[in-house]
């Protein structure tokens, strides 16, 4: 006598197991597939955007000068790259409150002014040289001065990052105050540097910063350390602009 064939509920079931076994895997490499997305997407910060800008200008500026060693201030930046990756940056001015509301707001303003030059001239030589032969590098308004105002926001930046990552202080006042006092204070009225310094009590505290830049302290601290060197040598490099045309850098 032959066995009786399967039940049909029996092979049913066994379906059902295997289907809902197959939409479990499914729904795993779905579930890994957000996370990794996830992520990717947390990782990029406004910080971490500005410090991968300022790594390609730093490595355009690099083979520029290598491909240009001749020349004196060693080779040529483009205008439209430099004034695109210096609008990042007002988003950490932003971030340190009414303090840094001065910087801020002149920051943008010089910066908005290399974006629409950008439009015109093709790098940072054309408008320096242009100004020199008008006689108008330090005429409020031209580019050349609103390239020396970027150039020094730059800076601000740079130096509070240093002053940031050399103490573990709750409070961001000295670090502030020692930044400014390095970089802007020498340039500034003594009306201005007394409203700035007043305005150090309202600085965030360090959580806050960190909070507000979307950082946590290991990755701010990586971070800032990549800013400090990828924006050092395009500060050094304006530098060499103005002083390889004789124009004096204490103003």
């Given at each position: 006598m032959m066995p009786p064939p399967p039940r049909p509920s029996t092979t049913l079931y066994n379906q059902q197991q295997q289907e809902e076994q197959d939409d479990v895997v499914v729904e795993e490499e779905a579930?890994?597939?957000n996370m990794m997305t996830t992520t990717k997407t947390r990782a990029k910060t406004p910080l971490s955007e500005i410090?991968?800008?300022?790594?390609?200008?730093?490595?355009s500026l690099n083979s520029r000068r290598i491909r240009n060693s001749d020349k004196g201030a060693g080779g040529e930046l483009r205008?439209?790259?430099f004034s695109k990756t210096c609008s990042l940056v007002s988003v950490l001015f932003s971030c340190l409150g009414l303090a840094f509301r001065f910087a801020e707001s002149e920051y943008v303003a010089k910066v908005r002014d290399l974006v629409e030059a950008s439009k015109e001239y093709n790098t940072l030589q054309t408008i320096l040289d242009l100004d020199v032969a008008n006689g108008t590098v330090r005429t409020?308004?031209?580019?050349?001065?609103?390239?020396?105002?970027?150039?020094?926001?730059?800076d601000l930046i740079r130096a509070l990052f240093e002053q940031f990552l050399s103490?573990?202080?709750?409070?961001?006042?000295?670090?502030?105050?020692?930044?400014?006092?390095q970089?802007?204070?020498?340039?500034?009225?003594?009306?201005?540097?007394?409203?700035?310094?007043?305005?150090?009590?309202?600085?965030?505290t360090r959580d806050q910063l960190l909070l507000n830049l979307n950082e946590t302290e290991h990755s701010a601290e990586k971070n800032m350390r990549r800013y400090i060197n990828a924006s050092l040598p395009v500060i050094e490099y304006i530098?060499?602009?103005y002083i390889s045309r004789n124009i004096r850098l204490d103003w």
């Open positions: 579930t890994e597939a410090v991968e800008a300022f790594e390609e200008l730093a490595k205008l439209d790259a409020s308004g031209s580019h050349s001065r609103n390239l020396r105002r970027v150039r020094q926001g730059l103490t573990n202080d709750y409070s961001l006042r000295e670090a502030a105050t020692t930044a400014y006092s970089v802007c204070a020498p340039y500034h009225t003594w009306a201005v540097r007394t409203a700035v310094y007043a305005g150090m009590y309202t600085l965030p530098d060499r602009l």
